[in-house]
């Protein structure tokens, strides 16, 4: 497995940016080459997305999320990867995101693309227009609730 980390300081306060980042459905909006996220249920997603030329599909779950903190995934069919992504408040306005990616390029194209810094690339670009998007607007939703392994509790003010 290949790993990348990056981070970027966005203007906002930590629980707006991290209720956007809980909108799987609108990655597309800033992360390139993704095509469609869907979500499944509170842990899992669907996602469709171009990789080096090549529509890809996967399923992934979500084994941590910590309100305002931490999410954490893993892939569980399809294109192999999986990743964290922290949230650091600091100060009332500004908050620090941090993403690690793992992931397992297949095929030569792949193979070349990462040697040459496509993928890295690619999220640091993300990282960027998630700055854009969330410093443009407000969020466009958020779900509260947290996941432990297997263990999911809904948001306490859910009905």
Do not use: C
């Not at 306005?93 to 990462?114: F, K, M, R, S, W």
């Amino acid at each position: 497995m290949k790993t990348i980390e990056d981070s970027i300081t966005v203007d906002v306060p930590v629980s707006r940016a991290y209720n956007q980042w809980t909108q799987f459905e609108e990655f597309h909006l800033f992360m390139e080459g993704v095509k469609e996220v869907k979500q499944l249920d509170d842990k899992r997603l669907h996602w469709k997305a171009e990789i080096a030329g090549k529509v890809k599909e996967w399923d992934a779950e979500i084994f941590e999320q910590i309100p305002d903190q931490r999410m954490a995934w893993r892939s569980t069919g399809g294109a192999k990867n999986s990743g964290m992504i922290n949230f650091k408040a600091l100060g009332a306005d500004q908050t620090e995101v941090n993403l690690h990616l793992a992931y397992d390029p297949e095929g030569v194209t792949e193979n070349i693309g990462d040697a040459l810094g496509v993928v890295s690339s690619r999220v640091a670009g993300d990282l960027k227009r998630f700055k854009e998007f969330i410093e443009k607007r407000h969020a466009t939703g958020g779900w509260r609730g947290e996941i432990h392994g297997r263990e999911v509790r809904p948001p306490e003010n859910a009905g």
